[in-house]
């Protein structure tokens, strides 16, 4: 079946420091992937939508130049939390489209963010 | 508005049926997903439904009314495993999956 896999599955940071969050796609090409942050007890929110070789599409009230979003390959899409503050903590998970299925998204275990 | 309401919690005993309701009110609609998620998890599929209808698979069962904007998700022969929250997700265009809060269904023995 198909697999999404996220790196780090958990992480503490400093403060002011940034963190890098791995999907990846194992089994099936993703031209589109999703971004979403859950708040404890809240239901999942999308933040952006990233697309292989394109830039990231960020939803209403996302700021674009804290998530920083890269999909440089069809298997591969990160998301960047630059200066990350203790409000960020949050528990973020990715989904994968497969190529050319629009019905269907896979998706990853989760990151769970601390910031102290 | 963009809304997706679905009851916050239902307790049910073990072996009993649950029915879970959702109605929505989004600006496009493509589709209709039920996802379980456990506390920690990241959500697994359970069904998704396009057209009207009721769509059947093993224990869990899913129900769609496009004109009302309304579906439920059903739970049959609750096990104590089945405690969880589950999410209603309306896709919207592009893809884009826009969930309910959840409800959390409570399993007892």
């Known amino acids: 079946g198909a697999v999404v896999s996220q790196h780090p599955s958990w992480v503490i940071c400093k403060s002011g420091t940034s963190v890098k969050i791995e999907c990846r796609s194992l089994?099936?090409?993703?031209?589109?992937m999703f971004w979403y942050r859950q708040f404890p007890k809240q239901s999942l929110m999308l933040m952006a939508t990233s697309n292989e070789g394109s830039k990231a599409t960020y939803e209403q009230g996302v700021e674009k130049d804290k998530f920083l979003i890269n999909h440089a390959s069809l298997t591969l899409s990160t998301l960047t939390v630059t200066s990350a503050h203790p409000e960020d903590s949050s528990f973020y998970i990715c989904?994968?489209?497969?190529?050319?299925?629009?019905?269907?998204?896979?998706f990853g275990p989760g990151t769970r963010l601390l910031v102290l | 508005g963009q809304n997706i309401d679905q009851p916050t919690e239902m307790t049910a005993t073990e072996g009993a049926i649950v029915q879970i309701n959702c109605t929505y009110q989004?600006?496009?609609?493509?589709?209709l997903f039920w996802y379980q998620q456990h506390a920690g998890e990241a959500p697994t599929f359970l069904s998704y439904?396009?057209?009207?209808g009721l769509e059947e698979k093993g224990r869990f069962s899913s129900f769609l009314s496009r004109s009302k904007g309304y579906s439920y998700l059903l739970l049959k022969e609750l096990q104590m495993k089945d405690s969880a929250s589950y999410l209603c997700?309306?896709?919207?265009?592009?893809?884009?999956?826009?969930f309910g809060a959840g409800t959390q269904v409570v399993v007892t023995p």
């Open positions: 997700a309306v896709r919207r265009s592009w893809g884009k999956l826009q």
């Open positions: 989004t600006s496009g609609f493509n589709g």
């Open positions: 989904s994968a489209r497969p190529s050319g299925i629009i019905e269907t998204q896979y």
């Open positions: 089994d099936f090409q993703a031209t589109t």
């Open positions: 439904n396009v057209l009207d």
